[in-house]
T-cell receptor, first 110, second 118 residues
Framework: QQQVKQSPQSLIVQKGGISIINCAYE??????FPWYQQFPGKGPALLIA?????SEKKEGRFTISFNKSAKQFSLHIMDSQPGDSATYFC?????????FGAGTRLTVKP | GAVVSQHPSRVICKSGTSVKIECRSL??????MFWYRQFPKQSLMLMAT?????????EQGVEKDKFLINHASLTLSTLTVTSAHPEDSSFYIC??????????????FGPGTRLLVL
């Protein structure tokens, strides 16, 4: 059973646009929600993370929005750049046990 | 962020041989490490959880006799693919659970190991 559902599967955005990736979870025991960025042939790298007591967290061009009642969270990439083209994974963790979404392949066109 | 290394980054071997992959946490001690497998354009599939000084916990469907995991120290876990076959060809990624920072533990991933079994 997939515990974290991620959408869309792929996303194409023009340079300078906003990229939005959504995730939903079922288990309310999850208490930590990180996003990872993965380039081809590389391991995932922690991008930004949020805890459920916060509704939004921003780091540079990356923002996580968190809706606890809806059990949803999303990643917004402002002013998207070609260098942001990668696969993004959301995850949900409880007591260190982390479950990943299926991933979103983002392509930012110049 | 914390640094996790993997070695080798890429390995090609003949069918029937065994391959060992090392995962090291370079700047922190990790009592728990994880091994994932990733097929092209797919998500990370957790294979096993490796705890220092104890037996690994394998996910359902993962053969523990084929994928041997040893976590002998707080900075090193190894995955040995025994009697490798072409269907074992994949991208293997480890991660290490870092001590809480800001009240929250998180996982840091290694760069991955590309295994090709001929």
């Amino acid at each position: 059973q997939q515990q974290v559902k991620q959408s869309p599967q792929s996303l194409i955005v023009q340079k300078g646009g906003i990229s939005i990736i959504n995730c939903a979870y079922e288990n309310t025991a999850f208490d930590y929600f990180p996003w990872y960025q993965q380039f081809p042939g590389k391991g995932p790298a922690l991008l930004i993370a949020i805890r459920p007591d916060v509704s939004e967290k921003k780091e540079g061009r990356f923002t996580i929005s968190f809706n606890k009642s809806a059990k949803q969270f999303s990643l917004h990439i402002m002013d998207s750049q070609p260098g942001d083209s990668a696969t993004y994974f959301c995850a949900a963790s409880m007591m260190g046990d982390m479950r990943f979404g299926a991933g979103t392949r983002l392509t930012v066109k110049p | 962020g914390a640094v996790v290394s993997q070695h080798p980054s890429r390995v090609i071997c003949k069918s029937g041989t065994s391959v060992k992959i090392e995962c090291r946490s370079l700047d922190f001690q990790a009592t728990t490490m994880f091994w994932y497998r990733q097929f092209p354009k797919q998500s990370l599939m957790l294979m096993a959880t490796s705890n220092e000084g104890s037996k690994a916990t394998y996910e359902q469907g993962v053969e523990k006799d084929k994928f041997l995991i040893n976590h002998a120290s707080l900075t090193l876990s190894t995955l040995t693919v025994t009697s490798a076959h072409p269907e074992d060809s994949s991208f293997y990624i480890c991660s290490a659970r870092a001590p809480p920072a800001g009240g929250q533990e998180t996982q840091y991933f290694g760069p991955g190991t590309r295994l090709l079994v001929l």
